[in-house]
């Protein structure tokens, strides 16, 4: 009777020792199954430096091993885009050739990382000012599109005449003020308290005249700056998504005469 006890306990023992060691197997096969599991995740697809726009032309998609996958890693390329779509995502430090492209390694533009990484390649930042009335009642945001319009006042034949023309069409906005594109946008500032009437403190009077700066290229960026100085630049804000480019004529006080 005792002997049958003992093998009814020893055989309890062992089904007890069969279905641990099964359960701990089962948990191995299963953590070795999703490490094993492939992740896409984003590489260098070379040397990318300190302080670049990463795009989609300096990355490559490489499907590795959960366990391998870095913390922070991207994993698409819309993760290095804005929600308009534009790339926003430049390199805090050096990213090597066969790399993971991380959020620990990126920065979005700001005051700290200047505006030179938002700059599309071949063109460069120009800043002008603008009111209410020649910056769309400062409507206009970093990412916007815009046409640059150009007036002057010249003689012809003894008489004073007004010229307008379309400079530029399609013109990316950089910058309103210090907010950069792809950054999120400061609220207006209001002057300090304690001021006597009248007075600004030091950055209002930065603020009091507001600039919007545009991606040209090197030969708008002269023509702009000519312009600004023997005219008036006016900007005309575009619908989202607008391309086009017509031709358009220049117009003078007679034009607006004939009609």
């Known amino acids: 009777m005792q002997n049958r006890k003992v093998i009814l306990i020893a055989a309890v023992f062992g089904v007890m020792a069969v279905l641990l060691v099964q359960a701990f197997l089962s948990n191995v096969e299963n953590k070795y199954k999703v490490g094993a599991e492939l992740i896409n995740v984003l590489v260098a697809k070379g040397y990318i430096s300190e302080g670049t726009l990463v795009t989609e032309y300096m990355v490559d998609t490489k499907r590795i091993p959960r366990n391998y996958v870095q913390p922070g890693a991207v994993t698409t390329v819309r ?7 534009m790339y926003v995502n430049a390199t805090l430090v050096p990213i090597l050739e066969g790399e993971q492209v991380t959020s ?5 533009p700001g005051k700290e990382t200047g505006m030179s990484i938002v700059i599309p390649e071949g063109y460069r930042a120009v800043s002008i000012a603008i009111t209410d009335v020649t910056g769309v009642a400062r409507l206009i945001k970093p990412g916007d599109r815009v046409d640059v319009i150009g007036t002057s006042e010249f003689v012809m034949k ?7 023309f379309t400079a530029f069409q399609n013109i990316l906005v950089l910058a309103y003020n210090q907010n950069i594109m792809g950054t999120v946008i400061a609220p207006e500032k209001k002057s300090e ?8 403190s030091q950055e ?12 040209l290229t090197p030969d708008q ?3 702009i700056t000519h312009l600004a100085k023997i005219g008036e630049i006016q900007l005309s804000l ?4 607008e391309k086009a480019t017509p031709s358009l004529s220049v ?3 007679d034009d607006l005469l004939k009609n």
């Open 251 to 253: 117009i003078d006080t």
């Open 221 to 223: 960026a002269q023509k």
């Open 204 to 215: 209002d009077k930065h603020e009091q005249i507001p600039t919007v700066t545009l991606a």
């Open 238 to 241: 575009r619908p989202i998504g």
């Open 193 to 200: 308290q304690g001021m006597g009437m009248g007075e600004l």
């Open 104 to 108: 620990t390694k990126l920065v979005q």
């Open 158 to 164: 003894h008489r004073p005449m007004v010229r307008s």
């Open 79 to 85: 993760q290095l885009m804005n929600e308009q779509g």
